[in-house]
């Protein structure tokens, strides 16, 4: 092949300078001497030498890249059958005169191939040579469910050179190339690694219909009935109009079926008869406008028709449809490159067109649990527009409106993403979904609508946000306050009430700014409750008496009346028990008592209300106190509670790994409930 730039057309003279070119017979030249010509203007080629009367030279020799294909089939063949001792004979045949090079028939000592190049030929099945066929000669769903595969041939331009790749179609099955080395001679003939995984599917035993320990007999008839039916099912779902026909021919001869099932099969063949009628009829459309296509004078509709008409009406052609077929063949083959290299361009970009749209559905079916555009969808969506840009007209109508939603979106930008646990936003009602408080968000859009979704709403979680950062500035702002409050320049003396109460004279007051947290609300408790009582009995003697309140005996827990804690006994005595226990107590002495029979009082009558400067404001109803809010610890821990996993007492460790996360939220839940 002659290099098409000048400068490698130098290199090309220089390393043959000793040698002629002539014009090959075998594509189609005139066998005289031929010369280079070079060009900067334009592509480098061979010419023949001038005529010396000066007429013009005629030569019918093809011009195109793929003029010599059957040259490198040639080559590639011979090398691959040597490489597997095998000696191979080649011929060019040209049956009722085709074109040289259409056919190239390779031989060997135990079989033989026919390769079909283009469409000049048709392919034989049935006689002994295996066909193997370009990429552009068709083949009908029938001749590949019958033959379970057929061979495809193409040869990709790498350099100046040509390379042989080997193909195997199936139906309803992508074609899968190989490359000729990948390929073997078996006793099928020529196999390719595909064809392996085809007829070992194909041969695999069929699973059995009825249970092994329980065989039913079913009469000759019938059974021979189902398996028709379920013939028709297959032919009708391939479209297969010749296998339809036969398995209804076969079905209206069958006999020895009578009542129900005879019903059935009848009915059967009625829904065929139905259909086949439809499929004339699209048939005819099919036929009528190729025809029109032809008129017209437009190409690359005539292309598309033919590709359907070999798929789909290959065989059984009337005299009418096979005239309309090959004057659109005609059609097509006189077309001059450049029509045909627009109409395979054309051809490239509806391929692409359809790869797009199946992008898109992709896309879209991944984005069904979705109704907002977040910074993680951002590679996704942005694939889906570039896929819905080439795909065009083919999409949907509720496909193309999906792909609106998605690009409107995009236009207002991603949605931030919060990270907010379930368990706070699940305690709100959603603004966007009208979820209910306990309730996941649903999809609002989209043809999920309805359905629940992974997570909550932006808006959902922006609340739980909101009130974080409020609680946060305030906090802020108290702590910014409690260090402009300075303290006093000289000591204060302390107000009556306080010497009443027992605070020292030797400490001033100072004003002390809220605190927040559970100190805050541990100091909100002190102020209503009582002393803790607890802290000032011993352990041991927490259980001596007999408590007042729910008559648990000496050594015995209290019952929990007031489900204050995770189990049925308190983790801490009423406080009726500890103050009989202070009061009885023998080594405290009588100031003890007597403040432990003002706590009672204290505990008992209600607190009077110091006076205040401006009125009071309106408290919110409270419940009445319960005697445990007064010796509540300030942190329970785990091992101080019992285990609701595997009932691991106080003081014992969890079996068999522990301590358990169910124990630390009781814990956790238990010190709550006691802080109220």
């Known amino acids: ?41 334009r592509v480098c080629h ?44 080649f011929e060019y045949t040209r049956p009722n005169g085709v074109p040289l090079g259409s056919v190239v028939d390779v031989r060997w000592q135990h079989g033989a191939l026919r390769v079909h190049l283009d469409q000049a030929v048709a392919p034989v099945w049935d006689d002994g040579v295996e066909p193997v066929l370009g990429t552009t000669v068709p083949v009908d769903r029938d001749t590949l469910i019958r033959r379970w595969y057929v061979h495809r041939i193409r040869l990709d331009s790498v350099g100046t050179a040509r390379h042989v790749r080997i193909g195997t179609e199936a139906f309803a099955r992508p074609i899968e190339w190989f490359a000729l080395d990948e390929c073997e001679l078996t006793e099928r003939g020529l196999s390719t690694p595909a064809v392996e995984k085809i007829v070992q599917a194909r041969s695999a035993p069929c699973p059995s219909l009825w249970s092994p320990g329980k065989t039913r007999k079913v009469p000759e008839p019938t059974a021979r009935g189902q398996a028709l039916l379920r013939r028709l099912v297959y032919a009708r779902r391939i479209e297969s109009v010749p296998l339809v026909k036969q398995v209804c021919g076969e079905i209206e001869d069958l006999a020895g079926v009578e009542g129900e099932f005879r019903e059935q099969l009848e009915a059967a063949v009625r829904h065929a008869g139905i259909w086949l009628v439809e499929q004339d009829v699209e048939r005819r459309k099919l036929f009528d406008n190729l025809k029109r ?31 309309v077929y090959e004057r659109a063949v005609k059609y097509f083959e006189s077309l001059d490159d450049l029509t045909r290299d627009a109409v395979e361009a054309e051809a490239d970009t509806e391929r692409e067109a359809r790869r797009a749209a199946a992008r898109v559905r992709s896309a879209l079916n991944r984005l069904r649990g979705c109704d907002a555009y977040t910074s993680g969808l951002r590679p996704l969506v942005e694939e889906l527009l570039r896929s819905a840009a080439s795909a065009g007209e083919l999409l949907k109508g509720g496909e193309a409106r999906r792909v609106e939603v998605w690009r409107k979106r995009v236009a207002l930008g991603p949605q931030e993403q919060l990270h907010v646990a379930r368990r706070y936003w699940i ?49 802020r702002q108290q702590k910014e306050a409690g260090h402009q409050v300075g303290a006093p320049a000289g000591p204060m003396q302390p107000a009556p009430e306080a010497c009443e109460r027992g605070v020292s004279p030797a400490h001033p007051l100072q004003e002390r700014r809220p605190k927040v947290g559970w100190e805050g609300q541990a100091q909100k408790a002190g102020k209503k409750t009582a002393a803790r009582l607890h802290h000032r009995v011993p352990r041991g003697d927490w259980y001596r008496a007999v408590c007042p309140r729910c008559h648990a005996g000496p050594g015995n ?6 489900r204050v804690g995770p189990s049925e006994k308190r983790q801490l005595p009423h406080d009726e028990r500890l103050r009989r226990v202070l009061e009885s107590d023998d080594r405290i002495g009588p100031r003890e008592k007597q403040t432990g029979a003002r706590d009672k009082r204290q505990h008992q009558a209600p607190q009077p209300a110091p006076a205040k400067a401006r009125p009071p404001r309106p408290r919110r109803a409270e419940r009445e106190p319960q005697e445990t809010a007064g010796s509540a610890a300030r942190t329970w821990h785990a091992t101080e509670v019992t285990c609701p996993k595997c009932q691991a007492g106080p003081n014992s460790p969890c079996t068999p790994h522990g301590p358990h996360h169910e124990r630390v939220e009781w814990a956790k839940k238990f010190t709550r409930k006691l802080w109220g």
């Open 1 to 41: 092949m002659l290099p098409m730039e000048a400068i490698e057309l130098d290199a090309f003279r220089h390393r043959y300078e000793s040698d002629t070119f002539w014009c090959g017979t075998l594509l189609g030249g005139c066998g005289g001497q031929l010369t280079t010509k070079l060009y900067t203007d």
């Open 46 to 89: 061979f010419a023949h030498h001038a005529d010396p009367d000066g007429l013009p030279h005629v030569c019918g020799r093809a011009r195109g890249v793929n003029s010599a294909d059957h040259l490198y089939v040639k080559a590639a063949a011979a090398a691959w059958l040597t490489d597997r001792g095998e000696h191979a004979t």
């Open 293 to 323: 296509a032809v008129a017209e004078q437009r190409p690359g509709r005539v292309r598309r028709l033919l590709i359907r008409v070999n798929a789909t009406a290959a065989g059984d052609r009337t005299d009418v449809e096979s005239a």
């Open 427 to 475: 305690q709100r009602s959603c603004p966007r979904c009208n979820a209910e408080q306990g309730k996941d968000c649903v999809l609002v859009e989209g043809p999920s609508s309805g359905k629940p979704r992974k997570d909550g709403h932006v808006e959902r979680l922006q609340l739980i946000v909101d009130e974080r950062k409020a609680a946060q500035k305030t906090a």
């Open 557 to 562: 827990l209290c019952d929990n009346d007031d």
